[in-house]
Each structure stands twice: as structure tokens, then as C-alpha cells.
């Protein structure tokens, strides 16, 4: 019975390399659609999850960076600072807004660091420094890359030239890009002195992020404070509403287009079979055994296609990546598999609606001219 | 020839109709693709375009009207309007703010106008005529089932719906309008900062022109007394939001499009193989008749050509209801799968793909042994 299966399954070679190269074709278009779809979400909250705070706090009604507008006065950094469970504090101010390099134009989240700061600025340095004094910036080397910036390159956010000092790793993404600055700049940028966004928060030897939580609200008036871990969640949260949903909106007509083909693929392939399964038929195969056979052709093409289709992503990716470095792309073993096991299904419903009119067929007709 | 094609298709319909179906889906899929992309773009133009005024000005240094942040000094309206060839500014400032409702929380883009600059088209309820009143776009409106009447809590102030607008959203955000009367209320009876210096009072001024006036001459004359702002000409700005957004969604949305006509060549080259190498036995039959081997490829060429032009119109009607049905569901999105550049991109790219599926079989019609009919 196997190697009956196997044997039409092999029957024709060419055929067989058609379906697989068109179902690989439609997977993927998928997995590299997964693959843009995880790679922006992780980096979408990029600063959030690198930097090493405990704690985040910010004003009352605010509970997240992406587009929030969060304003505190410098002197309540000072009262948590005074905090006995509390071991650094570093402030920043942060304005998203555009930044301009010549022709070059970019969306960013400019953040404003209390300089020396001690893990607020850039978790990942490719050259140069990663404080900047007055005047001076910090750009993803992305950025810098596609701009042709470098080392002492000038920029401008609003009407104020910067001198870059350092480009950091990791800070790009399509919808916040992250850049460095002091914040003396950013407070005269702001027209506003003397006030933060938000304070990320060290925890004393032994003092859970939980406890600190409750003491800073208990402690201190109109400010709201969160886990690193919770922020991080509703950071994220909010900014794929921000473009990460259309990608997963579109990674979603990409996934139609792909069962589609799939199902046409496979559907094709039996159909094709259809008198050689009635000649079986005729021969004395049960249905059971018509439907375990092109069962199995589907599930053998689907799966050889996705491992096709991941092969040739896994090799695409880091030329995409080069090619267009704007774009993170994720090549995860979760998507495949999500992936997989919807094309096995979509395969699998395909190839049974032939083999139901197969398994109705009078045997007879397979040895009618034309069956 | 064409009648014998056209009998070929209709041979095998259910073939063929899944072969074209598969083609529509494709140029369906491509279409959807590049109005989405070409929907954000739109928006974005629109944000400027729909807010009126001859000139607009901005903080010095500031050249974008979405998603960015403009001051200008408060004074800046009455030393605009002493300007020579200004009939009339109208500020107009824009606050990004979190809106919140049982747990769901939405970034919005709160536009406090005057007399011009305020929504663009009421798709239900009215105009601002009371206090603390607000019109919100129809994509948050649905998204928190909201109506005219209704109360909208934007940082713990109550405000009361007073219409629904049409188009007012861009960058995946939707806009709400209020008036400037509310502004201040808002700042000191809400949960913003402590210090509301922080937020603007004025971003952006709407200047009319006197009848006559030139634009050019008018702008320069407001830049030199107001070195604090630039102006721009909407149409301008409009560019420039489009630039931004270029910049921004350009390579995500390229690169998605990209792979789509990758996978689309892929597709319909793979499917014009599979069809052309079914039926192998015919064109044999063809070659033993005497025809030559110009006369099968250019029948093959034409059997695709004939199979992708009946598919594009079933494909262009499918990204059209595709679409439609996006924006019901979610209105925040502008999808416009018909715009004249991306149309006729992916009809000629349609056309390509069969040419080149036809031609890759090309190798077999040419070594196509004519005996191989009788021997079967």
C-alpha cells in the first residue's frame, strides 16, 4: 500500500516538481510576509524591551511611550531618587518628530538623555560614543547607512544642526527609529525646561519591580508606575496599531492568495490522477485506501513545499536585508510551523474534494474508452 | 488560431477556470497590495489638502503637518495677518493624544481649530455649535461604537459628540476635531502634565489671501516678519507628508509588493508550464500536421495572453470588493486598488508573467518529437 502510494506519487516527476515549486511558490510569499510582520514587531519596541530599567514611571493617565505624550516635572525625579528602594533612576525626554540630513528625511523618537546616563541611551554601539554632550546626536547606523552619514556628519531636528558622535545597533525600525540627544537640546527644542517623560527606575538589592511599583505610586503624586515587563506589553500593544496591524492585515491577503494556490496545487495534482485512481479502483483499492493516497500526496507536497519555500526564504532574508536594510526581517520556527500546519489543512481539504467524485466512480468506467 | 484557443479553453473549463481564477487572485492580491500603499499616501495628502487656506505656517524648521511637533509663538497670528496680501489666519493646533475606552486604548490626533481647518466631510450629526463638543472620525467612531450624542473622555475630560466625520485619518491614526474655545478647559480641567506649557497653543496658521494677492511674494513677506515660522504653499506640504511617508511605509510596503509580483511571476509562469506540458500529445499532433515550431509558440504565447486578459478584469473587480470589504471592517484604512500607476503596473506585469510562463516550456514544443502521437 505504501509503495503504491509513493509509486503515484512518483508517477510523473516533472508534474510532481510543478505542484511543489507552485505551492513552495505561495508559501513563500507568506513566510517572507511572517517574516517582515515579526521582524517589525520585535523592533517596533526596540528601546522599550533593551534598555535595563525595572521600573518605568510616568505621568498619571499614561501608560506607555508610543505616541504618549508624558510630561514630569524634574523635581519628582529627585523624590523618587530619594527612595530607599529605589538603587539609579535615569530620566529621559522624548519627542517623536523628523529628522533631516541633507535630503534625507526620517521619522524618530528623539530621546533626550540626562547625560551621564547610565542604561537609558544605546544598549548597542557600532562606533563612537554613546553619550551625547550639548549639540551632539546619536543615529541608528542604519540610518546612517542609507542617508551616507557619518562620524561628525551633520543633522537637523527642527530648526537645531546636530553633530553625530555615534551610531548605534538595533535602534532602527520603519515606524520609530530611535535617536540620542541631551537633554538640555531637547528641552530647548521643546521650549520646556526642567521636566522628563519618564524616569526608568533600578530596583534596590531585593526589591521586586512589583513593590517598587506600589511604593513610588504610594510615594508620589500623579505619577503612574509599571513593571518593565507590563510596559513593555502595552508599549507594544499600541504600536502595532500603529503599522505593525497593516502588515499583519496584508500578511493576512498574502496567507489568502497562498491557500488558494495551494488548494489549486493540489486539487490540480489528484485531479490529474483521477483515472489512474479509478484503474486502482477497479483493481479492487477500497475508498479508504484512494483517500489515504492522496491524503498522503498532499501532506508529501505541502510539507516538501514549505521546506522549499524556508529554504529559499532563509536564504533571501539576509540578502533582503542588505539589499534593503529599512526592513527587519524574522525567520521564526513558530511562523513555519504556523504556516505548515494551515497549508497541511488547506492541502488536505483540497485533495479530498477528487478523491470524493473517485471514490462515487463506477469502476467500470475506468475501462471505458475516455474513463 | 483564436478560435481554435478559445475551443481549447473551453475543453476543460473546470481547468481553465481554476487557472484563471488562480491568475485573479494573484493580480487581485498585487492590486490590494499597492492601494493599500497607495491609500496611506493619499491620507496623508489629504490631512494637508483638506485643512484649507492659501499659505500654512508652521514652526521654523518644521515641515511635515502629520505626526510631528509645531509651536509657534502665540502673537505670531496678529503679526501674520499685518502682513500685506493677508486677508485672514486661522491657527489650528494638533495634540497627540491616548483615547481610552474599557480597556482599549487608541492613539488620536486632536486638531483644535477655529472657523477653517476643522473636519473635512460630516458623515452623520452636525457641525460643533455647544461647548465641549467634538467630531470624531467615522474609523474611531466604529472601532468604540460611538454616535453623535454620545460622551467621548479624552484624559478624563467629557466630551460630547457632536458629529461624525469622513476621511480624517492618517498614519494609521484617526483624527478628532475640537474647537479653540475648549483648548484651554481642556489643558487645566484634564489629567494632563502638571505643567501644560509643555503643550502647544498654536502649531500651524491658515492664512487666506487677499483677491489678487500672490502666493509666492505673500509667503516670503511672512517668513521675513515672522522668523520664528516658515510657510508653505499646502499643495507643498502636501508633498512633503507624502515624501515622509514614502520614507517611512516605503520600503515595508515595497518590499511586500515586491515579493508579490516575485511570487506572482512565480505563479502564473508555474501554471502556464504545468498547462502547456498537459497538453504536450495536442501540440505533437500539431507539429505532425506540419506546424511549425514559430506557429506553436506563438499559440502557446497567445493561449496565455487570452487566459491572463480574461483574468485581469475578474482580478481587478476582485481587489476592488477586496477593498471595499477592508475599509468596512476597519475605516481607519484607505485602500485604493484602482490608481492609474499601480493599475497599469500590474496589468503589464500580468501580461509579462503569462509571456514569460509561456516561454519557459519553449524547449519542450522545440523538442517535440512529432512520432511520439502515433507511438501512443
Not at chain 1, 132 to 142: H, K, N, S
Amino acid at each position: 500500500m505504501t509503495r503504491w502510494m509513493l509509486k503515484s506519487l512518483l508517477l510523473e516527476p516533472l508534474m510532481l516538481m510543478i505542484a511543489i515549486a507552485s505551492a513552495a511558490s505561495a508559501f513563500l510569499l507568506i513566510i517572507m510576509f511572517e517574516g517582515i510582520f515579526a521582524g517589525e514587531s520585535e523592533q517596533i519596541v526596540a528601546y522599550v524591551r533593551n534598555v535595563k530599567a525595572d521600573v518605568w514611571v510616568m505621568q498619571r493617565g499614561v501608560s506607555n511611550m508610543h505616541m504618549a505624550t508624558s510630561y514630569l516635572p524634574d523635581w519628582k525625579v529627585r523624590q523618587v531618587q530619594e527612595l530607599q528602594s529605589v538603587e539609579a533612576v535615569d530620566a529621559i525626554l522624548y519627542l517623536n518628530t523628523v529628522v533631516e540630513a541633507g535630503e534625507h528625511r526620517w521619522f524618530s523618537y528623539v530621546v533626550g538623555l540626562d547625560v551621564p546616563a547610565a542604561y537609558a541611551g544605546p544598549w548597542a554601539m557600532s562606533v563612537g560614543r554613546d553619550q551625547p554632550a550639548v549639540g551632539e546626536v546619536i543615529v541608528p547606523e542604519v540610518f546612517a547607512h542609507m542617508a551616507q552619514l557619518e562620524i561628525g556628519s551633520q543633522l537637523r531636528i527642527t530648526d537645531q544642526e546636530f553633530t553625530i558622535v555615534g551610531l548605534s545597533r538595533e535602534t532602527f525600525s520603519m515606524a520609530n527609529s530611535v535617536i540620542f540627544i541631551n537633554k538640555i537640546d531637547m528641552e530647548d527644542i521643546m521650549s520646556s525646561f526642567d521636566i522628563s517623560s519618564f524616569m526608568l527606575v533600578k530596583a534596590a538589592p531585593g526589591v521586586t519591580p512589583d513593590d517598587l511599583v506600589e511604593t513610588i505610586e504610594r510615594e508620589i503624586d500623579n505619577v503612574h508606575a509599571l513593571t518593565a515587563h507590563q510596559f513593555l506589553i502595552n508599549d507594544k500593544k499600541m504600536a502595532m496599531q500603529m503599522g505593525t496591524d497593516t502588515i499583519a492585515l496584508m500578511t493576512l491577503i498574502g496567507g489568502a492568495l497562498a491557500i488558494l494556490l495551494v488548494a489549486f496545487t493540489i486539487y490540480s495534482q489528484v485531479a490529474r490522477q483521477r483515472r489512474e485512481l479509478a484503474v486502482a479502483k477497479a483493481l479492487g483499492a477500497t475508498n479508504r485506501a484512494l483517500y489515504a493516497s492522496v491524503v498522503f500526496q498532499a501532506i508529501a507536497i505541502t510539507l516538501a513545499s514549505v521546506i522549499l519555500a524556508t529554504l529559499v526564504a532563509a536564504l533571501l532574508m539576509p540578502v533582503l536585508s542588505t539589499l534593503i536594510p529599512a526592513v527587519t526581517l524574522r525567520l521564526t520556527v513558530a511562523s513555519v510551523s504556523k504556516i505548515a500546519v494551515a497549508g497541511v489543512f488547506v492541502a488536505i481539504t483540497a485533495s479530498l474534494m477528487p478523491a470524493r467524485q473517485i471514490a462515487r466512480l463506477d469502476p467500470v468506467s475506468a475501462f471505458q474508452s475516455g474513463g | 488560431m483564436l478560435l481554435y484557443l478559445i475551443r481549447q479553453l473551453r475543453l476543460d473549463m473546470s481547468r481553465t477556470l481554476m487557472r484563471g481564477g488562480a491568475i485573479a487572485a494573484v493580480v487581485a492580491v498585487i492590486l490590494v497590495l499597492e492601494g493599500f500603499y497607495a491609500g496611506q499616501l493619499v491620507q496623508l495628502r489629504n490631512t494637508v489638502l483638506n485643512r484649507g487656506g492659501d499659505l500654512i505656517v508652521l514652526q521654523a524648521g518644521v515641515s511635515n503637518m502629520i505626526a510631528v511637533r509645531s509651536v509657534l509663538p502665540q502673537f505670531s497670528r496678529q503679526e501674520v495677518e499685518a502682513v500685506d496680501g493677508v486677508a485672514s489666519a486661522y491657527p489650528l493646533t494638533t495634540v497627540a493624544l491616548i483615547y481610552e475606552q474599557a480597556g482599549v486604548r487608541t492613539p488620536i490626533s486632536l486638531f483644535v481649530y477655529d472657523t477653517g481647518g476643522g473636519p473635512g466631510s460630516l458623515f452623520t450629526g452636525r457641525p460643533i455649535e455647544q461647548d465641549r463638543e467634538i467630531i470624531i472620525d467615522r474609523s474611531l467612531a466604529e472601532k468604540y461604537q460611538l454616535s453623535p450624542g454620545d460622551v467621548f473622555i479624552l484624559s478624563d475630560f467629557e466630551f460630547h459628540i457632536a458629529g461624525i466625520s469622513e476621511g480624517d485619518a492618517a498614519y494609521f491614526t484617526s483624527f478628532g476635531f475640537v474647537l479653540f474655545d475648549d483648548l484651554l478647559d481642556f489643558y487645566f480641567e484634564s489629567d494632563l502634565a502638571d505643567d501644560i506649557s509643555t503643550f502647544p497653543l498654536l502649531s500651524f496658521l491658515l492664512v487666506n489671501l487677499d483677491v489678487g494677492a500672490d502666493r509666492a511674494t505673500v509667503a516670503q513677506r511672512i517668513e521675513a516678519s515672522v522668523p520664528s515660522a516658515d510657510v508653505y504653499l499646502p499643495a507643498v506640504l502636501a508633498d512633503k507628508d507624502e515624501a515622509l511617508g514614502r520614507v517611512t511605509l516605503g520600503p515595508i510596503f515595497e518590499t511586500m509588493i515586491g515579493l508579490a509580483y516575485i511570487v506572482g511571476i512565480l505563479v502564473t509562469g508555474i501554471i502556464m508550464f504545468a498547462a502547456i506540458n498537459g497538453r504536450l500529445q495536442n501540440l505533437g499532433v500539431l507539429k505532425a500536421l506540419g506546424f511549425s515550431n514559430g506557429y506553436l509558440l506563438r499559440f502557446v504565447m497567445l493561449e496565455a495572453l487570452l487566459l491572463a486578459s480574461l483574468a485581469i478584469p475578474v482580478g481587478i473587480v476582485l481587489a476592488i470588493l477586496l477593498g471595499v470589504f477592508i475599509e468596512s471592517l476597519e475605516p481607519l484604512y484607505l485602500v485604493l486598488p484602482t490608481e492609474t500607476t499601480p493599475l497599469l503596473r500590474t496589468v503589464l506585469a500580468c501580461w509579462g508573467f503569462a509571456i514569460v510562463g509561456s516561454l519557459l516550456p519553449v524547449h519542450m514544443i522545440y523538442r517535440l518529437d512529432p512520432g511520439m502521437v502515433f507511438r501512443s
